[in-house]
């Protein structure tokens, strides 16, 4: 090829290649903001659709649930199967499930939806890397690529709760799930049109006996402890849960031990950089997402303040964590990773723990912001260094597996954050209700209350001292849930401190260095 066409050439394939960029930038900002938008519905759910505070923990947690449940066998379909048709079909059935999710009648139905939702969102995701990958050979370009793919999805799940706001003062809650329609449609008419076929017909068939106890173990984890307050953490109901998810796991774990091709390659846990740094992400997802479920009724329920109001009262989090995570990822490499993680994790307990101490009238601006800064400065220090561990572990052949296991370990610990947080707040806050000023009304009216604090705030609404009884119980369910998070997070600091490794090597670097050299 002359010179001249290659000139010609380049400036060509640098639009496409930005283009493609776009492309799947936009599909992980529609299921990012999916992640976050629906928290600030939740009391709009809870009024409009009688929903229960367990039931508005499935709305969250079906999406998250089949998230991380189906995310590692998805990538592996997409990249057997094509790319480009994996991506156009999540993102139509995304946006079917969403439209169908803004029609629903139900909070039964709702959940249903929300887990299509969450399952086209597992194979949209995992693609969208994929797709970089094969587009962006260039050592240096692909990591300019995934450091704006990064930046969006960070900005889908900060921008969610303010986006929610914006829509739910001018319409009614449907309108979060038909804002993502439009989105993922003109998205998918991007794909078709803008991204080339891919695939990689070496990639292993998927492990579907291991998908199968995967998704078991995970579904009957979370079914049990966000229905342990109405069955009773020691009833024969939750203990039997518990038991059958460890079984599962059990075999779970010996099934990816046994098989020429698992799901999960579960040696890597044996290596300490790897499983410590995946534990610290999982917490930090654990506790991140516990806090958004609760702070979102916190401020509606108690406080009074609008959807919008609302998610822009949550921004100073989200800023946060965007300046930490860069500060992270400057860090970890002069100082370690041990450091940085580990006072991550000091920081993100201690702000749970000063929440704990908040009341019905805190003030925002001079106890709240510094409260959610604190927070969010911890999980910025935690997960760019934590997420480097896993990756820095494994060599770039398996640069795939590495990411995988962390989208996993992340939507794994959003979703117990909301089944393990929901259920503690759900389990005091109905105990404490019913010991107030509630004792004296109707036994039906006090069930219905400690079910559901959308009723209960209603009826409160009637009388001052029902009102105080239900600031009361928010109160004190709010703050056995945030002390239960921070200490998690301390035991996490100790963890990391003891685990995780001073500085990281950087084989990857250096092998791509080295290989270059010798081809020079």
Known sequence: MSSSLRERTAPHQTVRKGWVLATVCAAVLAINLDTTIVNVALPSISRELSAGTRQLQWVVDGYNLAFAGLVLAAGSLSDRFGRRP??????????????????????????AARFVMGAFAALIFPTTLSIISNTFRERRERATALGIWGAVVGLGVAAGPVTGGVLLEHFYWGSVFW????????????????????????????????????VAM?????????EAP?????????????????????????????????????????????????????????????????????????????????????????????????????????????????????????????????????????VIVPQMVMMGLGMGLIS???????????????AGVGSAVNDATRELGGTLGVAVVGSIFASVFGSHLASGAFAALPGPVVSRAQDSVGVAQAVALRDPQL??????????????????????????????????????????????????????
Request: glycine share 8%.
């Open 86 to 111: 994996a991506l156009i079909t999540g993102l139509v059935g995304f946006a079917a499930a969403s439209a169908v999710g803004a029609l629903v009648t139900s909070a039964e139905a709702l959940v």
């Open 179 to 214: 804002a993502l329609v439009p989105l993922a449609l003109v998205t998918s008419v991007a794909a078709y049109a803008l991204i080339p076929e891919s695939r990689d017909p070496s990639v292993p068939p998927l492990d579907l006996p291991g998908l199968g106890l995967s």
């Open 218 to 226: 995970l579904a009957t984890l979370t079914y049990t402890i966000i």
């Open 230 to 366: 109405a069955h009773g953490w020691r009833s024969a109901e939750t203990l039997g849960g518990f038991a059958i998810a460890a079984m599962l796991l059990g075999a779970f774990v010996l099934r990816e031990r046994r098989t020429t091709h698992p799901m999960l390659d579960v040696s890597l846990f044996r290596d300490r950089r790897f499983s410590a740094a995946s534990g610290a992400v999982t917490i930090t997802f654990f506790a991140l997402f516990g806090f958004i479920f609760l702070v979102t009724q916190y401020f509606q329920f108690v406080r009074g303040f609008g959807a919008l109001s609302t998610g822009a009262r949550i921004l100073p989090v989200a800023l946060s964590i965007a300046v930490a995570s860069v500060v992270g990822a400057a860090l970890a490499p002069r100082i370690g990773t041990k450091i940085v993680v580990t006072t991550g994790m000091v920081l993100f307990g201690a702000a749970f723990l000063w929440i704990s101490t908040s009341g019905v009238a805190t003030p925002y601006a001079t």
């Open 384 to 398: 760019t260094p934590a997420t480097e561990s896993i990756l820095l572990v494994l060599p770039p052949a398996r």
């Open 467 to 520: 009102l105080t009884a239900f600031h009361d119980s928010f109160m004190s369910a709010m703050s056995t849930a945030c002390v239960v998070v921070g200490l998690l997070c301390l035991a996490g600091a100790v963890a990391s401190a003891f685990l995780l490794p001073g500085r990281l090597p950087a084989p990857a670097e250096e092998e791509v260095v080295e290989s270059e050299s010798v081809a020079a």
